[in-house]
């Protein structure tokens, strides 16, 4: 199983709800990450969690609020968010959690996010 | 700061046609290179990578990159593109992967959008 697994693939949301989005990968990999992709521009990082340790924060609006329940999870809490966080949330994971150089990337396939 | 340049930002190419997209890095240390594409609609992949050692690499799909340190660039290039090559390709460097703080973090470029004619 080589895959990262993103639910829901599309959200829509207004301004006032809480919502989560929920990452899966069961690779063993030991480090996670949040990133956040316009459509056409790079992706921009936003969290890394490294052996279930929140390692990076891209000094991410608090409206965001990540969360690590054990090794193959990862999730992203959602409230209060403005129109401008509409976009594709990606989720990534990468085998070793420390001092690791040259890693690869895992990538899921993203959840779409909108706000309204 | 550290940053990733892309000349090219659209390439339309028709099929069998030779392609090169250019990577330039500004970063004099240690790096780590890496190729990213991401299909119409699929997930972000990895193409390739250098790490260390022969500088010219190959991934997938017959892509191949040179680092070339004196320049600071890792350009991407295939000999013959097919149409189901059109996609987003993205550069990105991890600079001073040797700093704990670091190594996970990618400079990403801003990619190149490739459309392949049939």
């Known amino acids: 199983d080589t895959e990262v697994t993103q639910t829901p693939k599309h959200l829509v949301m207004g301004m006032t709800n809480k919502k989560s989005l929920k990452c899966e990968q069961h690779m063993g990999h030991r480090a996670m990450y949040w990133y956040k992709q316009k459509a056409k521009k790079p992706p921009e990082l936003m969290f890394v969690y490294s052996y279930e340790k929140l390692s990076i924060n891209e000094s991410v609006p608090s409206r965001f609020s990540p969360e690590c329940p054990n090794s193959s999870l990862l999730n992203l809490h959602l409230h209060a968010l403005q129109p401008e966080d509409s976009a594709l949330y990606l989720c990534a994971s990468s085998q070793r959690g420390q001092g690791a150089m040259g890693e690869k990337l895992f990538f899921g396939s993203g959840t779409q996010l909108s706000v309204l | 700061a550290q940053s990733v340049s892309q000349h090219n930002h659209h390439v339309i190419l028709s099929e069998a046609a030779s392609l090169e997209l250019g990577c330039n890095y500004s970063y004099g240390g240690t790096v780590n290179l890496f190729w990213y594409v991401q299909y119409p609609g699929q997930h972000l992949q990895l193409l390739l990578k250098y790490f260390s050692g022969d500088p010219l690499v190959k991934g997938i799909k017959g892509f191949e990159a040179e680092f070339i340190k004196s320049k600071f660039s890792f350009n991407l290039r295939k000999p013959s593109v097919q149409w189901s090559d059109t996609a987003e390709y993205f550069c990105?460097?991890?600079?001073?992967?040797?700093?704990?703080?670091?190594?996970?973090?990618?400079?990403w470029g801003l990619g190149t959008s490739l459309a392949v004619n049939p």
């Open positions: 990105a460097v991890n600079a001073d992967p040797y700093n704990a703080g670091n190594n996970r973090k990618l400079i």
